[in-house]
T-cell receptor, first 114, second 110 residues
């Protein structure tokens, strides 16, 4: 079975641009969460979606938005990129609902903002 | 106060020794706890999950949970150089997000 897949793997953008990151969860998983990981720190929660509805939002500016599609895949959008947005963006999927929320991570998208 | 705290390390142990990684959390309502391993430049991979007080063993790994002390630990027996990585502790309460600690860097010296 395929694990969590993320695309693209690497991305280079300039300040002020917009970026879209994509994630496909493990088959059967209905929940997707997005994290930002800066070098030397743990993953910071950005969004969680379950059954296409937003279930949680971390302390990130409105430049960050996300959505989940009927097939449970998800997109993370970041507008007006700043240098500080350079990070590894991780997507994690889980069964969701009443499950104990074991999250399985994709390989991540490394975003560099120049 | 940070929600999940870990010693950043680096923690160095000789090959074959026991590595002990510790984590404390501030939210008493947290129900589920996880240990992830992350190699440099890679994404986190789940090692252990624990939900009840006490010990949980899986091969060379043992997770320990003490909810009264709000403390979670991970023991790695017979440490191998391939165990050298950053270990992330995470907590979760039902209906809420998973919170990760900053990670502890472990180095196993051959």
């Amino acid at each position: 079975d395929a694990g969590v897949t993320q695309s693209p793997t690497h991305l280079i953008k300039t300040r002020g641009q917009h970026v879209t990151l994509r994630c496909s969860p493990i088959s059967g998983h209905k929940s997707v969460s997005w994290y930002q990981q800066v070098l030397g720190q743990g993953p910071q929660f950005i969004f969680q979606y379950y059954e296409k509805e937003e279930r949680g939002r971390g302390n990130f500016p409105d430049r960050f938005s996300a959505r989940q599609f009927p097939n449970y895949s998800s997109e993370l959008n970041v507008n007006a990129l700043l240098l500080g947005d350079s990070a590894l963006y991780l997507c994690a999927s889980s069964l969701g609902g009443a499950a104990k929320n074991i999250q399985y991570f994709g390989a991540g998208t490394r975003l560099s903002v120049l | 106060q940070k929600e999940v705290e870990q010693n950043s390390g680096p923690l160095s142990v000789p090959e074959g020794a026991i590595a002990s990684l510790n984590c404390t959390y501030s939210d008493r309502v947290s129900q589920s706890f996880f240990w992830y391993r992350q190699y440099s430049g890679k994404s986190p991979e789940l090692i252990m999950s624990i939900y009840s007080n006490g010990d949980k063993e899986d091969g060379r790994f043992t997770a320990q949970l003490n909810k009264a002390s709000q403390y979670v630990s991970l023991l790695i027996r017979d440490s191998q150089p391939s165990d050298s990585a950053t270990y992330l502790c995470a907590s979760h309460r039902s209906g809420d997000k998973v919170i990760f600690g900053p990670g502890t860097s472990l180095s196993v010296i051959p």
